[in-house]
């Protein structure tokens, strides 16, 4: 039955006769002209590979390091780069090497090398060596295998912690950093108070996700535990599998995975708030210390800071002890506030860098805001403005006062009285 020929419609196929294949130098002439003469296209097609070589280096904790990439050679199967890359070697450190091919696509043909990104090109394969294997060679040359296949994608997770609310959705309230291309997964610790989870008891959700430089991030795998379900995790020192939720038509599951979660560290600790310090009973002491140092300009000129407007406009001075007064007065309940001034010389006096701001040579509180307004005014009439500006012996004194006040406080403490700081 040689040379017959039996039609099949939708092509033609030899029977019992010898056939003819292509060889690798180029296509079959005789079945090229066969179909272009029938309208149709040829068996085979011109393929173009554009390749690119980048070097990585494995430290001893496993993670890759790239320190290298040749140029792209053009419509290549065999190529050559030129590019060369030096590096130190190590007689006593195993260097281990990575080679990874790359096809560089043509739109990427202009964009400079080292800022092509490589998940966005094919990867073709990559070989594996120590540098001293390449170095014992007496031609310093190596022959390695290209291995094809999928490469490793670079691992850059991240964790998002979520509290549940009520309708079920879960709403982030705390992310780790990124870790870049460290085997080591160790995030550093994060910070969670009870006033963003609910309780101890309330389900968090931690998923952990690989980080995308376009921002859609790839979820790996996630758990649903509280905070007392971690805190059991850390005190038994054991992991919890991570699962990726899947689903085939309507039925929604769960697929268990080998990756695991681990609680390093648990610590719980009370960090009271400001109103928590009200409650228990502390009080603010509002202390007040007025400069009059020459600095400041004379009291008749405007543009001095004690300067006494005629018709009734607070100075500078005067507008800071109000707008600061009359928040924290409220903290304090007798209202008794020690004042002073210092820098000045009081008629027939040296100077003196720490006196009464009520003109009193025994005691320094005023009666509320009014009263720093008042003793202000009456020490402005009768003190020159001096010098230098000194702050040791007013400081000195309100330290001396809240350390008294902090004594007598934990001294009467468990006769209900309230606390000054």
């Not at 281990?96 to 998940?119: C, Q, S």
């Not at 996630?222 to 990726?244: A, I």
């Not at 600790?269 to 009200?278: A, G, N, P, R, V």
């Not at 012996?393 to 008294?404: C, D, F």
Request: hydrophobic share 40%; aromatic share 10%.
């Amino acid at each position: 039955m040689g040379n017959c020929c039996s039609d099949g419609g939708s092509g033609r196929a030899a029977i019992g006769a010898t056939a003819a294949y292509p060889t690798i130098d180029g296509p079959n002439d005789a079945v090229q002209l066969f179909l272009s003469a029938r309208g149709c296209h040829g068996l085979f097609s011109q393929i173009e590979s554009d390749p690119l070589l980048v070097i990585y280096v494995r430290g001893r904790d496993g993670a890759v390091q790239e320190v290298g990439r040749t140029e792209v050679v053009l419509n290549s199967f065999n190529p050559t780069w030129i590019t060369k890359h030096t590096m130190a070697f190590q007689f006593e450190v195993v260097q281990t090497l990575i080679f990874r091919v790359y096809d560089v696509d043509t739109p990427f043909h202009n964009v400079e090398v080292k800022m092509l990104k490589l998940d966005e090109q094919q990867f073709l394969g990559e070989a594996t060596c120590a540098l001293s294997q390449i170095v014992t060679k007496s031609s310093r040359s190596l022959t390695l295998d290209l291995v094809p296949g999928t490469e490793a994608a670079d691992s850059d997770p991240f964790l998002v912690i979520s509290k549940i609310v009520e309708n079920g959705i879960p709403i982030p309230i705390c992310k780790s950093e990124v870790i870049k291309n460290d085997p080591r997964l160790a995030w550093k610790s994060v910070f969670l108070n009870i006033q963003q989870v609910g309780s101890k008891d309330s389900p968090l959700v931690i998923e952990c996700f690989n980080f995308n430089s376009n921002g859609k991030h790839d979820l790996v795998g996630k758990v649903q535990k509280s905070l007392v379900d971690l805190e059991r995790l850390h005190s038994s020192g054991q992991g919890e599998n991570l699962f990726y939720p899947t689903s085939s038509g309507n039925n929604y599951q769960n697929k268990i995975l080998k990756s695991q979660l681990f609680v390093d560290t648990f610590n719980e600790s009370i960090q009271c708030s400001f109103l928590d310090y009200l409650a228990e009973g502390f009080e603010l002491n509002f202390m007040v210390a007025i400069d009059f140092t020459a600095s400041n300009g004379n009291p008749r000129l405007p543009d001095s800071l004690h300067y006494i407007d005629p018709s009734g406009h607070p100075n500078a001075y005067q507008r800071a002890v109000l707008e600061v007064g009359e928040v924290l007065q409220f903290y304090d309940t007798d209202r008794r506030f020690p004042a002073w001034g210092f820098g000045a010389r009081p008629i027939d006096g040296p100077v003196s860098h720490c006196f009464n701001l009520n003109g009193s040579s025994n005691y320094c509180e005023v009666e509320g805001i009014q009263g720093i307004m008042m003793a202000y005014m009456s020490a402005l009439l009768n003190v020159s403005l001096a010098g230098p500006t000194l702050f040791g012996p007013v400081i000195t004194n309100a330290a001396l006062l809240a350390s008294q006040s902090l004594a007598n406080s934990w001294h009467k403490e468990g006769k209900g009285v309230r606390r000054h700081v």
